[in-house]
Structure formats: structure tokens, C-alpha cells
């Protein structure tokens, strides 16, 4: 069944309306498909300014999409662009490349600070314990996010047996969960945009009795069943997510996981390496 159009997000109910558009309409409508954000951010006279529309075009325009007022269509806007699309941080316009470096990199390193400013060394020595001591470890990602849950998978094997990213091609989830015991370890990378089915996915792992990390952007309130929630900033001055402090935290939970293990964690690092000599692998 089809949302009704309160249901929908801005962007999705600009990309319905855009076929019946008018001319003025439709520009001013893939004008906001490019750069969704502007209309959370300006008026409605700088922004018809902005897509060489008139004023009254911009009216109709939101009317079209079934917003009552400009305002009405602003805040929504506003609220999507706080945990939806990147788009809604793009520009229509920049100031060059080396400016684009300087504030990539600016970002990157607020994103870090501010990450770890909640953060603390006892939370990351507490997540590295209870992987060590886990009968199995489960890493978990959608998207965005699976890159990381593999990643964190791959370094962590270094020094733990009984360690899985899932789901792998051609699985379920369910086939993987059902698994989960109290004795486990459980961490959830769900960083925006996330799959609609998380909620329930985040319900089961709960259920378990799992220690379990959650790994989020910002735009997520502090996750209350989880035993340790960290919220990694993403902010960037681009169409895209900066992920710097998310893969801190995976170099960090590896790291540590590593150090603690002690000598037994060496031992089954020295075993691997004498493999790969053998095996010729790399």
C-alpha cells in the first residue's frame, strides 16, 4: 500500500511530484533533489533567489508536495536532514579544491575530538574484555556500516578464534541470531542511513543477553538496552559522511583487544604469522 503523503519524506515527495510539475516548478524541484538542504536553510525568497524561480513559484512548490506553509516544509526538511540523506549537507557551489581539503580535514579532526570527548578508556578496555571473554563474538552491519563490522572482524581475528561479520551473502539473519547466547558478544554497527528492519534486529540482540555494543552517528539518542553505546560524529562539509572517528573506534577495540590478550593473544598472533610464511600466502 502506498504512504500517504505525510508518511513520506521530503525527498521522496519531491521526487514524486517532479513528473507533474511545472517548468518553474520542476526546475526548483531538482534544484532541491541536488541540494535538499537548502530549504531547511533559507528563506523562502533567498531560496527561489537560488533556483532562479519567483517567490510564488516557491509557494506553489510546497503546496504541490502537501506542505501547508513554507515553514511546515522547512521543518521537515530540517528534521530529515538530522538523520537522512547526505544531500542534505550539499553544497550547490564551493570554494575549490584546497579549500575542500582544509575543511575535510578540519572536520575530521572535530569529528575525533568530539567523538572520544564521550568516550572514555574504561569503555574501550570494557568492550575489549568482554570480546576476549565471549564464547563468540558477532559483528553486524548494514550498508555503510558493513564495511566496518568486516573490518573490525578481520583485525580482531588476530587474537580471537570464535569471531563472525554477518550476514554473509546468501544468509539470514535469522539463521545467525538464534545463535546469540548470554555468554556472547554482540556489536552493531548502524550508522545513517539505517535499514528500516534495525529496530527489531536491535530487539532480539537485547533479548539474548549478549554483551552488546551499539556503534551509531550522532544523530542517534543514547541506546538505553545496549551495554555500551557509542556515538561516533559524522559531520562533513561535503555530499558524503565522514567516517574518521567510526574507524578510530575499530582501530581502538582492536588495538586494545590485542594488548590485553597478553601473551596468549602473541601466541596465536606468532602461530598465524608462521602460517603465512609457510603457506607463502603473503
Known amino acids: 500500500m502506498a504512504m500517504a503523503p505525510a508518511e513520506r519524506s521530503f525527498l521522496s515527495r519531491v521526487r514524486n511530484a517532479l513528473p507533474d510539475l511545472h517548468p518553474a516548478e520542476r526546475r526548483l524541484g531538482e534544484f532541491l533533489c541536488d541540494f535538499p538542504g537548502e530549504l531547511a536553510s533559507y528563506s523562502a525568497q ?116 570464535n569471531i563472525v561479520a554477518i550476514p554473509s551473502g546468501g544468509e539470514t539473519l535469522g539463521e545467525h541470531l538464534v545463535s546469540i547466547r548470554p555468554e556472547d558478544c554482540v556489536i552493531v554497527f548502524g550508522l545513517r542511513r539505517r535499514v528500516a528492519r534495525m529496530e527489531p534486529i536491535l530487539k532480539v540482540i537485547g533479548r539474548s543477553g549478549a554483551k552488546f555494543l551499539y556503534v551509531t552517528d550522532e544523530g542517534l539518542d543514547p541506546y538505553r538496552e545496549a551495554d555500551w553505546h557509542f556515538r561516533c560524529q559524522t559531520l562533513a562539509p561535503g555530499p558524503l559522511f565522514n567516517h574518521v572517528a567510526v574507524m578510530a573506534v575499530c582501530h581502538l577495540l582492536a588495538t586494545r583487544a590485542i594488548e590485553i590478550a597478553g601473551a596468549e593473544g602473541r601466541g596465536r598472533l606468532r602461530g598465524i604469522e608462521m602460517l603465512n610464511d609457510m603457506l607463502d600466502e603473503l
Do not use: C
Open 46 to 161: 533567498e531560496l527561489a533567489k537560488l533556483a532562479n524561480v519567483s517567490k510564488a513559484t516557491v509557494s506553489r512548490f510546497v503546496r504541490r508536495l502537501g506542505y501547508e506553509s513554507y515553514e511546515e516544509a522547512r521543518r521537515h526538511a530540517r528534521a530529515e536532514g538530522q538523520t537522512g540523506s547526505r544531500l542534505f549537507l550539499a553544497l550547490p557551489s564551493g570554494d575549490g579544491a584546497e579549500a575542500s581539503l582544509a575543511a575535510n580535514i578540519e572536520q575530521g579532526k572535530a569529528n575525533l575530538d568530539r567523538t572520544f570527548a564521550t568516550i572514555s578508556q574504561v569503555e574501550i578496555d570494557a568492550v575489549a574484555r568482554a570480546m576476549l571473554a565471549a564464547r563468540k563474538v558477532w559483528v553486524l552491519g548494514f550498508r555503510a556500516s558493513h564495511p566496518f563490522a568486516t573490518y573490525l572482524q578481520w583485525q580482531l581475528t588476530q587474537v580471537i578464534e
